[in-house]
T-cell receptor
Framework: EDQVTQSPEALRLQEGESSSLNCSYT??????LFWYRQDPGKGPEFLFT???AGEEKEKERLKATLTKKESFLHITAPKPEDSATYLC???????????FGKGTMLLVSP | ETGVTQTPRHLVMGMTNKKSLKCEQH?????MYWYKQSAKKPLELMFV???????ENNSVPSRFSPECPNSSHLFLHLHTLQPEDSALYLC?????????????FGDGTRLSIL
């Protein structure tokens, strides 16, 4: 059974204090790893897809990396508007089905 | 309208009521999904439709009945729900025939069962 574990559950940062979120996965035949951002009262918003170990993608202050066992979402010099819950999901084996982690709730204080 | 639109945004119903949730996607996708999101739990996949055909039903109780009349519209019919069914119900769509394409989500319907 595919498993996705995100850590920490919650993270509080000061504005400008860089950090990383972790997504560990156990799947058979990874087809893709997805990062989403979810604001309160909203649906998840797509950020990145990573397909193979060693791949990296960047968007503004966010950088996602992938190894054979985990993915990191690095947040450089975060701002209060980066506060949200970040979700990780994997696609493996079955076509299109995603398995999600519980998410990391990030709060960035000014 | 763009993206994935869900209505209503909020719904309060009694356990004996019948109601429906609606989802519409304007992205030209051919696969649509229903998810349940509860506090402290991962998103749970409920149903998958590819080209209007249901391809997955993740052991969802029969009090939830999906309908997909075309590739742009998806409904979730609700009847005789239980208090534990209170949650955020999310609809998503993707392009099925392109490998590993991300799913795009609506903002959900917040459902409360009295």
């Amino acid at each position: 059974e595919d498993q996705v574990t995100q850590s920490p559950e919650a993270l509080r940062l000061q504005e400008g204090e860089s950090s990383s979120l972790n997504c560990s996965y156990t799947v058979s035949g990874l087809r893709g790893l997805f990062w989403y951002r979810q604001d309160p009262g909203k649906g998840p918003e797509f950020l990145f897809t990573l397909y193979s170990a060693g791949e990296e993608k960047e968007k503004e202050r966010l950088k996602a990396t992938l190894t054979k066992k985990e993915s990191f979402l690095h947040i450089t010099a975060p701002k209060p508007e980066d506060s949200a819950t970040y979700l990780c999901a994997v696609q493996a084996g079955g076509y299109s089905t995603l398995t999600f982690g519980k998410g990391t709730m990030l709060l960035v204080s000014p | 309208e763009t993206g994935v639109t869900q209505t209503p945004r909020h719904l309060v119903m009694g356990m004996t009521n019948k109601k429906s949730l609606k989802c519409e996607q304007h992205l030209g996708h051919n696969a649509m999904y229903w998810y349940k999101q509860s506090a402290k739990k991962p998103l749970e996949l409920m149903f998958v439709y590819n080209f209007k055909e249901q391809t997955e039903n993740n052991s969802v109780p029969s009090r939830f009945s999906p309908e997909c009349p075309n590739s742009s519209h998806l409904f979730l019919h609700l009847h005789t729900l239980q208090p534990e069914d209170s949650a955020l119900y999310l609809c998503a769509s993707s392009q099925r025939d392109r490998d590993n394409q991300p799913q795009h989500f609506g903002d959900g319907t917040r459902l409360s069962i009295l």
